[in-house]
């Protein structure tokens, strides 16, 4: 056999004999070479022979060893000396005291309770002793076992003993308290242990886990494992979007992961209680199944063994284990998306794989709403950016067959056909309306609102709409709180949304609108994106309609998206709700079961202001004409030619200008001042709010208005203050834009151009 210096392979297991007398020596290594016999197909052993204590320490400190045993009659140390520094040297290694001493005396010593076993010499006969090592070195590697487990788990691992003091730390749980591995170990666990208990506890200064205890067997004496699952990010994050299933709220009672162990030939050998509540299967069934009762797909499977066969590789090459997404299978055939970690470790007899199973469905259906969410927003520029070209095209439209209505003769055919295309152009203006409302541009008026006030005063209009055969209930809770939000947007809102309501129930029913107030807290309000939690005023349009399947309720608030015949309906409604409860601040969510209804609830933020009241409508003159100067500045050749003949028309002077330069360049030509600025707010070069902002330093108290395919969102981007005092959307005809001029130069009003946000700060 080799001395202290050899090197074995790591089947091998080493036993350290301590002893100074040659004929004892002599007589165990016959003793083990006879068990190693008989040990083959568990691997080798090999003996560490040593005379005396200081030369068994010195070996502790290179080679490892699977079982001391022990003569604690040694030259250079007494009992107690020996059996300390040696349990001091190598902690967690089984020693065996086989020594001339009678228990009696060992137990006298106060020795005893340190060992794991004794054997006395007079008593002892080769195949005793032979029992007492085969068993202890099953108990060794079994240890070892549990060891490779612990370490490599994700979560902290703690093994405390009877009187609370911990034993042994995986890495995860050393960063968790903050202290090193040799830190931990001897020291009290601080915190009441139950089998069985899931409960929260404070590890180090500042962190919080999750833990769930199991009794163990650790160095032969009864022990408890506790499992540390850090939570502390995840009580942190909860009022934020719940990403994983540490974070949300649903999951707050949640355990550990599933840990479940296979053999070499892929069947379950161990099955611990959360994979019992994750996959549905009872203990006792689990054990001798294969992955094939754990995960759905072939597909899916046959990476589970492909990653099982590269664990291996992984375990005894020292890298990390890999991580993978599959479809995991339910007791009852569900399935469900799973994310797994894989483990192989060897023992004596055999190969295994322990792998953790966390159910990821919440965080997936998250991600699902997020992607949504994103894909909203992007149609909703797209759909701005259409809207607003388009607004430009009708703009000329709608002005030139203005200009053309009011020059031809009536009777005609020809007034008849112009006056066709200008329906036309009013029917998709309202289209672009529709647009914007989705995309969240269209120009707002929000004020504080009563949403009782507003039904109340809508239901009968409502119920005219959608006939008799279907009855209106409305409820309103009392005392309800109020908004803020555009009266006609709102109205729009509840039109569309019963409007919605009506189709579903094509042979009649009830169809109900409740108003609420409802506090949403951080896991109520997971479920909307970038929402946070507060006090909210509940809308609620409820029917007992024919409901949608989940592929439509997924595509419900897309534009253009209808499950009407072709010709039936524009697929903008549902999608202009959408975007008007979006730009105020609001959120809204869908509930339906086919053949079963569908309810609607919008969230609208409480406002705690009281009431303001409409300001008075400036009065209109009925004259719109004058002979002012007015500087026009509009990118677009057509929208800028039909602005300049009606202004023209009504008797003002108009420069008009393609570009910003252009009119500063014109501005300074002129010897006469301007009496108005007529702006587009997005061009190129430089936008309408910088030019006005220079205009006014030249010519200060000069009046401004813009106008813009964009609106309200653009106008804060590009830093106008006022909207609601000098703002123009396209499309419009050449009378509101005389009539619209015509009030600012009366009524002296001056819009403050800032400039954009980024200047300012």
Not at 248 to 265: K, Q
Not at 443 to 452: A, E, F, M, V, Y
Not at 502 to 527: Q, W
């Given at each position: 056999?080799?001395?202290?210096?050899?090197?074995l392979?790591?089947?091998?297991?080493?036993?350290?004999?301590?002893?100074?007398?040659?004929?004892?020596?002599?007589?165990?290594?016959?003793?083990?070479?006879?068990?190693?016999?008989?040990?083959?197909?568990?691997?080798s052993?090999?003996?560490?022979?040593?005379?005396?204590?200081?030369?068994?320490?010195?070996?502790?400190?290179?080679?490892?060893?699977?079982?001391?045993?022990?003569?604690?009659c040694?030259?250079?140390?007494t009992?107690?000396?020996?059996?300390a520094?040696?349990?001091?040297?190598?902690?967690?290694?089984?020693?065996?005291?086989?020594?001339?001493?009678?228990?009696?005396?060992?137990?006298?010593?106060?020795?005893?309770?340190?060992?794991?076993g004794?054997?006395?010499?007079?008593?002892?006969?080769?195949?005793?002793l032979?029992?007492?090592?085969?068993?202890?070195?099953?108990l060794?590697?079994?240890?070892?076992?549990?060891?490779?487990?612990?370490?490599?788990?994700?979560?902290?691992?703690v093994?405390?003993?009877?009187?609370?003091?911990?034993r042994f730390?995986?890495?995860?749980?050393a960063?968790?308290?903050g202290?090193?591995?040799?830190?931990?170990r001897?020291?009290?666990?601080?915190?009441?242990?139950?089998?069985?208990d899931s409960?929260?506890?404070?590890?180090?200064?500042?962190?919080?886990?999750e833990?769930?205890?199991?009794?163990?067997?650790?160095e032969?004496?009864?022990?408890?494992?506790?499992s540390?699952?850090?939570?502390?990010?995840?009580?942190?994050?909860?009022?934020?979007?719940?990403?994983?299933?540490?974070?949300?709220r649903?999951?707050?009672?949640?355990?550990?992961?599933?840990?479940?162990?296979?053999?070499?030939r892929?069947?379950?050998?161990?099955?611990?209680?959360?994979?019992e509540?994750?996959?549905?299967?009872?203990?006792?069934?689990?054990l001798?199944?294969?992955?094939?009762?754990?995960?759905a797909?072939a597909?899916?499977?046959?990476?589970?063994?492909?990653?099982?066969?590269r664990?291996?590789?992984?375990?005894?090459?020292g890298g990390?284990?890999?991580?993978?997404?599959?479809?995991?299978?339910?007791?009852?055939?569900?399935?469900?998306?799973?994310?797994?970690?894989?483990?192989?470790?060897?023992?004596a007899d055999?190969?295994?794989?322990?792998?953790?199973?966390?159910d990821?469905?919440?965080?997936e259906?998250?991600?699902?709403?997020?992607?949504?969410?994103?894909?909203?927003?992007?149609m909703?520029?797209?759909?701005?950016?259409?809207?607003?070209?388009?607004?430009?095209?009708l703009?000329?439209?709608l002005?030139?067959?203005?200009?053309?209505?009011?020059?031809?003769?009536?009777?005609?055919?020809?007034?008849?056909h112009?006056?066709?295309?200008?329906?036309?152009?009013?029917?998709?203006?309202?289209?672009t309306?529709?647009?914007?409302a989705?995309?969240?541009r269209?120009p707002?008026?929000?004020?504080?609102?009563d949403?009782?006030?507003?039904?109340?005063?809508?239901?009968?209009m409502?119920q005219h709409?959608?006939?008799?055969?279907?009855?209106?209930?409305?409820?309103c809770?009392?005392?309800?709180?109020?908004?803020?939000?555009?009266?006609?947007?709102?109205?729009q809102?509840?039109?569309?949304?019963?409007?919605?309501?009506?189709d579903?129930?094509?042979?009649?029913?009830?169809l109900?609108?409740?108003?609420?107030n409802?506090?949403?807290?951080?896991a109520?309000?997971?479920?909307?994106?970038?929402?946070?939690?507060?006090?909210f005023?509940?809308?609620?349009v409820?029917?007992?309609?024919?409901?949608?399947d989940?592929?439509t309720?997924?595509?419900i608030?897309?534009?253009?998206f209808?499950?009407?015949?072709?010709?039936?309906?524009?697929?903008?409604?549902?999608?202009?709700?959408?975007?008007?409860?979006?730009?105020?601040?609001?959120?809204?969510e869908?509930?339906?079961?086919?053949?079963?209804?569908?309810?609607?609830?919008?969230?609208?933020?409480?406002?705690?202001?009281?009431?303001?009241e409409?300001?008075p409508?400036?009065?209109?003159?009925?004259?719109?004409?004058?002979?002012?100067?007015?500087?026009?500045?509009?990118?677009?050749?057509?929208?800028?030619?039909?602005?300049?003949?009606?202004?023209?028309?009504?008797?003002?002077?108009?420069?008009?200008?393609?570009?910003?330069?252009?009119a500063?360049?014109?501005?300074?030509?002129?010897?006469?001042?301007?009496?108005?600025?007529?702006?587009d707010?997005?061009?190129p070069?430089?936008?309408g709010?910088?030019?006005a902002?220079?205009?006014?330093?030249?010519?200060?108290g000069?009046?401004?208005?813009f106008?813009?395919?964009?609106?309200?969102e653009?106008?804060l981007?590009?830093g106008v203050?006022?909207?609601?005092?000098?703002?123009?959307a396209?499309p419009?005809?050449?009378?509101?834009?005389?009539r619209r001029?015509?009030?600012?130069l009366?009524?002296?009003?001056?819009?403050?151009?800032?400039?954009?946000?980024e200047?300012?700060?």
């Amino acid at each position: 056999m080799k001395g202290p210096s050899g090197y074995l392979a790591m089947e091998t297991s080493r036993i350290l004999h301590v002893e100074d007398d040659a004929i004892d020596a002599d007589w165990f290594a016959r003793v083990v070479e006879r068990m190693a016999s008989e040990r083959t197909p568990r691997g080798s052993l090999e003996i560490i022979h040593c005379k005396r204590l200081g030369e068994a320490l010195e070996c502790l400190r290179f080679a490892t060893v699977s079982v001391i045993v022990l003569d604690v009659c040694l030259p250079d140390a007494t009992p107690a000396q020996a059996v300390a520094q040696v349990k001091s040297a190598a902690p967690g290694i089984p020693v065996i005291v086989l020594s001339g001493r009678s228990y009696a005396e060992m137990c006298g010593a106060g020795l005893a309770r340190e060992l794991y076993g004794f054997v006395s010499k007079s008593d002892a006969s080769p195949v005793f002793l032979g029992e007492v090592l085969r068993n202890t070195l099953d108990l060794s590697q079994a240890q070892a076992q549990l060891r490779s487990v612990i370490h490599r788990s994700a979560d902290g691992m703690v093994v405390i003993d009877a009187n609370g003091v911990v034993r042994f730390a995986n890495p995860a749980a050393a960063e968790m308290f903050g202290r090193s591995l040799d830190e931990l170990r001897g020291q009290p666990f601080g915190a009441p242990v139950v089998t069985g208990d899931s409960a929260e506890v404070q590890v180090g200064l500042d962190r919080i886990a999750e833990m769930r205890v199991v009794d163990i067997d650790w160095e032969g004496r009864p022990a408890r494992l506790a499992s540390l699952r850090d939570v502390t990010e995840r009580r942190r994050a909860e009022a934020a979007l719940r990403t994983s299933e540490e974070r949300l709220r649903a999951m707050s009672d949640s355990a550990p992961d599933a840990m479940v162990t296979f053999d070499a030939r892929g069947h379950i050998v161990g099955w611990n209680p959360a994979a019992e509540r994750i996959f549905g299967h009872p203990t006792p069934a689990a054990l001798g199944l294969t992955v094939r009762a754990l995960v759905a797909g072939a597909d899916d499977r046959q990476r589970f063994q492909l990653a099982s066969a590269r664990a291996a590789v992984t375990t005894f090459g020292g890298g990390e284990p890999a991580t993978l997404v599959l479809r995991g299978l339910r007791g009852d055939s569900r399935d469900f998306p799973m994310e797994v970690q894989l483990a192989h470790w060897q023992a004596a007899d055999g190969a295994f794989t322990t792998a953790f199973f966390r159910d990821i469905t919440e965080r997936e259906q998250l991600e699902l709403k997020l992607a949504s969410t994103q894909k909203m927003d992007a149609m909703g520029r797209l759909a701005g950016g259409v809207a607003h070209d388009f607004n430009n095209l009708l703009t000329a439209i709608l002005g030139h067959t203005e200009m053309m209505l009011q020059e031809l003769p009536e009777p005609s055919s020809l007034r008849e056909h112009v006056a066709d295309v200008r329906e036309a152009g009013l029917r998709a203006a309202q289209l672009t309306h529709q647009l914007l409302a989705f995309s969240r541009r269209q120009p707002t008026s929000p004020r504080p609102l009563d949403l009782g006030q507003t039904v109340s005063g809508m239901q009968r209009m409502l119920q005219h709409i959608i006939g008799e055969d279907i009855t209106i209930e409305a409820a309103c809770m009392p005392d309800l709180w109020a908004v803020r939000a555009d009266p006609s947007q709102i109205e729009q809102v509840i039109l569309n949304l019963v409007v919605n309501a009506k189709d579903a129930m094509p042979h009649g029913g009830t169809l109900r609108i409740e108003l609420t107030n409802v506090e949403l807290d951080s896991a109520a309000v997971a479920a909307f994106p970038n929402a946070e939690p507060g006090s909210f005023v509940r809308l609620s349009v409820i029917d007992h309609g024919c409901g949608m399947d989940r592929a439509t309720q997924a595509r419900i608030f897309e534009p253009f998206f209808t499950t009407k015949p072709e010709g039936h309906g524009t697929g903008l409604g549902l999608a202009t709700v959408y975007g008007i409860v979006e730009q105020s601040r609001g959120h809204i969510e869908v509930e339906s079961e086919l053949g079963r209804g569908t309810s609607f609830r919008v969230y609208l933020p409480r406002i705690r202001e009281a009431g303001v009241e409409p300001s008075p409508a400036a009065p209109v003159r009925e004259d719109v004409g004058g002979s002012e100067t007015v500087l026009l500045v509009e990118d677009d050749e057509v929208v800028r030619r039909v602005a300049r003949q009606g202004l023209e028309a009504h008797g003002y002077r108009v420069l008009a200008c393609e570009s910003a330069g252009e009119a500063l360049e014109r501005m300074a030509s002129e010897s006469a001042p301007i009496d108005l600025l007529i702006t587009d707010v997005v061009m190129p070069e430089m936008n309408g709010c910088d030019l006005a902002t220079l205009v006014s330093k030249r010519q200060p108290g000069i009046r401004v208005l813009f106008i813009s395919g964009y609106t309200g969102e653009a106008m804060l981007r590009y830093g106008v203050v006022d909207q609601s005092a000098a703002f123009l959307a396209k499309p419009f005809g050449p009378l509101t834009l005389v009539r619209r001029a015509r009030e600012l130069l009366d009524a002296r009003v001056e819009l403050v151009a800032t400039r954009p946000r980024e200047e300012r700060d």
